[in-house]
């Protein structure tokens, strides 16, 4: 039995990290009860197999595929992508892709509700720059420092957006969910921020279609 396929047997409860995402997800998708309350106490996987019944889920800078993986052990149909994988991702189903273009991965497949968590603050775009030396990238390609870098993460914020818009239903949401303030902008997008919550703890954005 692979690594992986004995993950999958042992445990089944929801990264501490995605419950924030899942509480938001939950009420989008539906939920009427404390979303709160049902972490803590409740099965909010059974919650979501239940809310989510033929709805498709993608998920944004997926990695490590634990969220994926134990919503897909719930039942629901859920695909997730990332731009730098590690292979214990892919063993788990993430898909090798950058968000900001994810026709070859995923063709025109429309999703109802489309998350990402940790991805869509500054921080979390710049997160895929290359590990080995990363020093040494940055110099080359950022010389202005922090300016630059995060001027180039908020311009993929946004192509990430409309990638997005293109990806989801009508109807559907997109929620971002992070640790760091979540680059927000979508002006001139087909999308509208129905919903933020942007606190010193965890920050959430919801977007739909115009
Ligand atoms: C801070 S990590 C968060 C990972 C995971 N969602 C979590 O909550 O533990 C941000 C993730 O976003 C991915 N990422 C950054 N830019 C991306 C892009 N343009 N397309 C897809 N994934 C991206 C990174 O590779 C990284 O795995």
């Known amino acids: 039995m692979s690594l992986i ?4 047997q042992i445990t089944r409860t929801v ?10 997800l939950l009420v ?10 049902l972490m803590k106490t409740g099965d909010p996987l059974a919650a979501a197999a239940e809310l989510l019944k033929g709805k498709k889920v993608l998920e944004i800078g997926a990695s ?6 134990r919503l897909q052990q719930a039942g629901v149909d859920v695909v997730g992508v990332d731009i730098e994988p590690w292979e214990t991702d892919k063993a788990r189903g993430i898909i090798p892709c950058d968000a900001r273009d994810m026709s ?41 420092g922090m300016q630059t870098l995060n001027a180039h993460a908020d311009g993929m914020a946004r192509e990430i957006n409309a990638e997005l818009a293109r990806h989801l ?20 997008l087909p999308l509208k921020q129905v919903f933020a919550r942007q606190s010193a703890e965890k920050n959430v954005v919801v977007l739909r279609k115009e």
């Open 5 to 8: 396929d004995m993950e999958r």
């Open 28 to 37: 989008e998708a539906g939920y009427k009860g404390d979303p709160t309350a």
């Open 169 to 188: 239903k009508d109807g559907g949401a997109i929620i971002h969910v992070a640790d760091e303030q979540i680059v927000t902008d979508v002006a001139g």
């Open 64 to 69: 490590p595929g634990l969220f994926v993986m």
């Open 104 to 144: 070859k991965a995923l063709g025109d497949a429309k999703f109802d509700f489309i998350v990402s968590n940790g991805t869509m603050s500054r921080e979390g775009l710049i997160s895929n720059v290359p590990m080995p030396d990363k020093i040494a990238f940055f110099r080359l390609h950022y010389p202005n």
């Open 15 to 24: 990264p501490e990290d995605y419950k924030p995402l899942l509480s938001r």
